[in-house]
């Protein structure tokens, strides 16, 4: 994996990944019409996903946090196959505000890659995983306040379901219509509309009920092993 | 030589006031087998955490551990995992990867070896231990036995001078268990490998082992050679509770000077002191209530359409106020047996009735209001809440009203307790829903002794209030002590059944230690009481005493 | 030789992503018939009719994406007729049943894929790539299956303490929630004792060796670089505009003699070379099974 040992570069390497993904939607609206779309932003997308991921395998990561951060994706995963609910963005949330950023970024990534064994791999797979990989991430940054306030928990559960189903029209109309044209995508985006709802309001759900629970598990967790 | 040298080590977790190691010294010798015994809670685990740097729990040591002659403070994390092996109490827990063979080559993946050094060992680990049939395999699709097999050869691979085993047999069938220890008893011998051990099963370990150590509390109370152990403790009751039937038998009778360890020389004992012209006890009459508690008639069970059923016509009636064992190999069907008698599977052929009435006619789960509940094998799948007080109030749990006491536990986590302390708070949580029928899952795994002894009674107590139980066991010991009848489980249905005496004189493997100990000398005494009172009754040979 | 599913994982993952990388690029109606026609033929001579019904629901997307273009694309030369005022063009249908066609092969080519590499496949080659991310990768797909079962078992344990005391729908919820929060707290708990397993085995202490029991040969290496010439050779025709299509405001085809017959003949060998190799195999080994 490509490693990049200075922090403040990847931090600045992380914030243009995540201007990246609009702006080629914005740009390539403008300049690729058509031909080439695809191909354009399935790579954009596995390259965010990449550069997110760079420079983690040279740190030290404590096993323990290791371990933590498999068991959420394991449990994220899990969440997809809930029926009506599905909790996948409200673990990563979690994940992201009680153990950091990066952390959250990997639980959104990997359940989207590691569910999509079960329900087929494909060109989506690398934009479900920055789209809850991002969301996660952001979470996380915002991990302060969120911590307090179960309001705004659930403001921004809300909001990421929102926002994931944004993303993902993304890739549904380019997909579908091989460029990508705004009509298509307001199309998409408004037939899309019962589960942009239903992930809002289970996100909302889930993290009204378990949040704290949940918070309460993993600081209970982090201050008896020192994770 | 020395391996291992501990000195004047003592141990405070963090946040705790006691201690739960104090000033304890000993070494371990190149090629030894030493094997560490002790009560729930002793610290045990902890003693053993501490010689590898790596997983030493947090908090305040003083004293010296040597490895080699070097401190292991001092030694790399990277030589102490290579030289140091460790198999945890858990077998589930400590396997780290998805595939058997990644399993094996963990340790040398993490050690950085070569692909062609990892190859060559992992295929002669695999040989060894004739893990190849499923090499290939889950290793969520193994079974317990082959799990702690798996653990055992993954540790291994590193080549390790020295191993550390944490209750390896705790959740195995007498018979597994025997094997691997046997598999241990093998790998001393053959290849020298120098092992400390925690046991609780005395029968299988002691004879085999060069040295014996006792823990009480933290401390160090003994390490000797077995026989010299026994000598010197063997007159405390807490500590002879949990040593070989031979001792046990030897210092009830009231004998003086060197017991008898293990079955061979207990037979070689009882043949030479004491005469067998009265070889077998009256039988015991079983008497039972009049109304069936708990009928299963014909019951066919599998878990996935195109299976294999794990029930086949399996038919078993339980009568009211009866206590009744189970006993049985690793996956012959008791968990699932006891499931479907809870109505938690529906069998697809035959009736199950729950004191007379059939359990679908049951609504609204008014099977389990104070009618029939399960202690599952896995009591983790019990506790909801952070502490055992709340986890007490959740389930309407009188603390006051239970059997034994569990204040000073009220505060914990239920994940911060020893083993037997959860046992017991799981069994709280379902005694309060006040069953009427109790089914309990492998209730004593884990447990000392001393703690088993314990349960027995809240067992026998139960039965006085009328309660009817079910108990899966491995502890062949306790079912013989505790049961009106006993079961042998097999290929998902019940084998045989009768009362213990006549049971477990009949059976060869699945049997005591004592009614092992007595075959041919006397005809039915499977306990304790019974070779005591056999041996009353005979008299000494020549009428030396 | 060996077929592409016996290869090294990561010749089997690229050429995956070498065959689909061409028609994401370009549209262009004849690639997309090369295209599909090699996917379909590797899926029939790996699992025979095992997948129609997959296929079906596919080219019933295919149709969908044909037919929903020209509502929203008005662009185009050739009308064809009015709808609500609105004009339907030939070209508009055109880049539908193309658009269609790209997603059709697409869904194929990931479906044979999906096939092929199973997980461990994924975690050689990922283990290649990060040793760390690979074994939290392979940690989690082990949890999944474990805590699935242990959720199952909680619930059992849950209703045999009398967890659900109606079995109304509020009281069921609420249970089910119950059950997941056992099962958190269960496999955190877990998860720190499977930490310590990998501590005392030495993970951490230095640098990690992925081992794998997949092994890069010549063949996998002939293969690899046989696919990666026909990749180049078909994305010279694409690049230069040998071969291109552009369907707005009428619909051309540009093909340029020798350079397009050659990335016409690239893309069909690269899209034909797992079915070659399948089917070579298999009457490899019916003649070696006659012997038998
Ligand atoms: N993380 C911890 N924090 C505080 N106290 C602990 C912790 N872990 C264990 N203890 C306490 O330390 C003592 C020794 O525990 P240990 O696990 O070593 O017992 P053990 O002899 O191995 O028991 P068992 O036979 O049940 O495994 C117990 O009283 C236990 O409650
Ligand atoms: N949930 C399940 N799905 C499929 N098969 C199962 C399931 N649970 C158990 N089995 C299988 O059913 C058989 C009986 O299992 P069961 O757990 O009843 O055995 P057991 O006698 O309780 O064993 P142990 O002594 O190890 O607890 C085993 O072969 C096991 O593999
Ligand atoms: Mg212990
Ligand atoms: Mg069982």
Redesign the interface.
Known sequence: MIVIQNARLRSFLRILTLLLIPSVAVLGYFLLRGTGYVVTSVTVASLSVVLFLCGFDRRKTGSRRLVLVSVMIALSVLGRFFPLLKPVTAVAVITGVYLGMEAGFLTGAFSALISNFYYGQGPWTPFQMFAWGILAFLAGALARPLQKSRTLLCLYGALSGILYSLIMDIWSAVFASGGFSLPIYLAKVVTALPHTVLYAVSNVIFLFLMAKPFGEKLTRIKRKYGV | MALLTVENLSFTYAGEETPALQDVSFSIRRGEMVVLCGATGCGKSTLMRLFKREISPMGEVSGEILLGGTPTASLSVRESAARIGYVMQHPEEQIVTDKVWHELAFGLESLGYPRDAIRRRVAEMASYFDIEPWFDKDTASLSGGQKQLLNLAAVLVTDPELLLLDEPTAQLDPIAAADFIDTLRRLNRELGLTMLLIEHRPEEVMPICDRLMIMEEGRLLAIDTPRRVMETLGTRPEILCGMPASVRLFHTLGENGTPPLGIREGREFLKASYANDVRALPHEPYTHGERVALSMKNVCFRYEKTGADVLRDTTLEVFEGEILCLLGANGSGKTTALSVAAGLFKPYSGTVRVFGKKQKDYRDGSLYRSCVALLPQNVQTVFLKSTVREELADAGADPAALPYDLTHLMARHPYDLSGGERQLVALAKVLATSPRLLLADEPTKGLDANAKRHLIEIFRTLKQNGVTVVIVTHDTELAAELCDRAALFFRGGIASISTPRAFFSENRFYTTAVSRMTRGIYDNAVTQSDAVSLCRQNGRRGGAS | MKSLERSHPTVTLLYFLAV??PV????EPLLLCISLAGALALLFSRTGGRNIRTLLYFLALLLL?AL??PL??HDGVTVLFFLNGNPVTWEAIA??L??GA??LA??CW??S??QM?T??KYLCVFGA?????S?????????????????H??R???????L????TLPDKLRGE??V????????????????????????????????A?YDFHAWDGALLALILLMLALTLCGLLTDAVA???YPALVRAERGVLAALTYAAYTLLSFLPTLLTVQEKIKWHFLQSKI
């Not at chain 3, 955190?188 to 005392?200: F, R, V």
Request: aromatic letters at 12%; charged letters at 15%.
């Open positions: 689909t990388l994401m690029l370009c549209m994406i929903v273009n929203f694309q880049f539908g193309c658009a790209m997603t697409v869904l990931f479906l894929m999906s590499m997980t461990d790539l990060s040793p760390k991310l074994l939290m990768l392979s940690m989690a797909l082990r949890f999944v299956p474990l805590f699935t079962k242990r959720m078992a909680v059992l344990a849950q209703r045999g303490l009398g659900y005391r109606d079995g929630l119950r997941f929060s056992v099962t958190v707290t269960w496999a955190l708990e877990n998860g720190i004792h499977t930490a310590d397993s990998m501590e005392a085995r030495g993970y951490g202490t230095g640098r990690r060796t992925a081992y029991e299509v552009t369907f």
